[in-house]
């Protein structure tokens, strides 16, 4: 527990001494204001390997979001919750059930909640079942939200992790928001928000003047 409080404020510091060297342009943000004026619980969704811009840019809003309950979960969710997020403890092969509900109790509270729906693990950029059950249990809309920065570095991972260079422009897109029918297939429900989130990111690369490796490059 100690090392994982260091390691939170050793890698908080970094991360926001990036931050400090960057401006992020918010595009779309009506959308998330319209959402939130007419009292409609948010989920914001977003792929795993775009998730730094996009939690830069909501620091210190109550949402809800998930850590593993691995030792790098412990130094990540220590590291929301010093920056205004509340973590839920879980993932899809650890603690996934309860961590969903701790998030699904939340948004029924009144908080936003962002969900990595590709994560932790991929397969990439393919929308996973748990972002369903925060909306069908919820009432919630899914609003797409995506990050890019005009000189990038991608990982050699799994989901090629976004990070922006010091004083790059930076975007975080908000797309269409996304109601899911109470009827409506898991399938066909799960395509729509990928390509819902899909569609973000082209938008944030093309703003940003990019063109981003696939996610399953090494």
Not at 9 to 22: C, E, F, H, K, Q
Not at 39 to 46: S, T
Not at 140 to 156: C, D, E, M, Q
Request: hydrophobic share 45%.
């Amino acid at each position: 527990m100690l090392f994982a409080r260091v390691a939170a404020r050793v890698i908080g510091a970094g991360v926001l001494g990036l931050r400090s060297t960057i401006r992020i342009e918010e595009i779309h943000q009506e959308r998330e204001t319209d959402l939130k004026t007419r009292g409609v619980p948010i989920v914001y969704a977003l792929w795993h390997g775009r998730m730094v811009l996009c939690i830069l840019a909501r620091r210190n809003h109550g949402i809800v979001t998930m850590a593993s309950r691995s030792k790098d979960g412990e130094i990540v969710a220590q590291w929301l919750e010093r920056n205004g997020y509340i973590a839920a403890r879980g993932s899809t092969r650890k603690g996934g059930v309860a961590g969903l509900q701790v998030v699904i109790d939340r948004v029924r509270a009144g908080h936003a909640a962002a969900l990595t729906i590709d994560g932790p693990k991929g397969p990439p950029r393919e929308a996973q079942r748990g972002v369903l059950e925060v909306v069908r249990q919820t009432g919630a809309v899914i609003l797409p939200v995506s990050g890019a920065s005009s000189r990038p570095w991608f990982a050699k991972s799994w989901d090629r992790f976004l990070v922006p260079a010091p004083f790059s422009r930076c975007v975080a897109t908000f797309g269409e928001p996304i109601s899911i029918p109470p009827g409506m297939p898991d399938r066909e429900a799960l395509d729509r928000i990928g390509k819902g989130v899909d569609a973000a990111t082209i938008e944030a690369d093309r703003a940003v003047g990019i063109v981003p490796p696939p996610p399953w490059a090494r």
